[in-house]
């Protein structure tokens, strides 16, 4: 049996497992499903039962009736996750409790039965182990993790499903934007519409605050700019995040980024971020950071799974450009988190407390 065969759970080859090796061009990896991992975990809770033990099955559609819950009134939360190769050799994830509670977070805000974080942290390992070879070689990217939660039972009235599916499919991906992880991206203010409103969803990594950004989004490619930034429903006035990450200002030895009010999500990377700024000796606050400030800082950068830490290269509002990175070279503050983050992750460096969780 090769290495990855043996860290296959005995579920995986139970279901008569006979994928060959993948054949990857690790060198033009995207972030994408080109690379789609073989296996997926499921999961089901019924009202009787509660969570079934789940299982992995071959990557590959999942039955639904018309009348789903999700399907019609969209009750799902996802997260994001990686699993990545450290320099010596090991394959680890990131800080998996704080997915879990996150995820525990959203089902409650959604009316959903919660994962057990055992089950959830067991699940996403189960789903690395068994497709140990979609993880990219050490500092060729990573493999990403998609835990999904939904209401895939049958109703009509407004109410919630009365049955759950917990599923994680995986792919091998490489840097969210393009142009590379390290090449800044323009960002423009959205003036038009908003993410989140007090009282909403927003703080929750729910499916449906996914899509009403597209229309944004899109317009902003069109125009060049990798993607938009949000400002507060109530003043528009102050930054929330951009539709894929959360958001950092520099100035000086001073990082301030957005608080948590329920209207920005909770990211991981953003309070990994935070605590390894004040480690490096940075003041960070958690205040409102008004666009004219955010005009006016030395550097901006976006933080999230997906992105990493991404320098910000100009941001443009009411038709003014700020630039603040010369070159295509990201910015100096931008850099040294973005390597402070990966180099624990890649087990570069010390990781103190405890974040990167071995498979
Ligand atoms: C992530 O960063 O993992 C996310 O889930 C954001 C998504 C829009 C790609």
Known sequence: LSHSLRLRPLSALAQGDRRTKPNIDWDSLGFGLKDVAGSMYTAT????????????QPYGPIPMMPSAQVLNYGQAIFEGMKAQYTVDGRIVIFRPDKNAERFAAGAQRLSMPVVPEAQFVNAVKSVVASNADWVPPQGKGSMYLRPVLMGSGPILGLGPAPSYTFLIYAAAVGSYFKGGQLTPIDLIVEEH???AAPGGMGGTKAAGNYSPVLVTQLNAKKNGYSDVVYLD?????YLEEVSSCNIFIVKGKTIKTPPLQGTILPGVTRRSIIELARLRGYTVEEVPVPVTEAMEADEVFTTGTAVVVSSVGSLTYQGNKKQYTQNGQPGNVSLEMYTALTDIQTGKAADPADWVVKV
């Open 193 to 195: 519409f908003h993410r």
């Open 233 to 237: 429903a109530k003043s528009d006035t």
């Open 45 to 56: 809770w019924t009202e009787e039962k509660g969570w079934d033990a789940g299982s992995l």
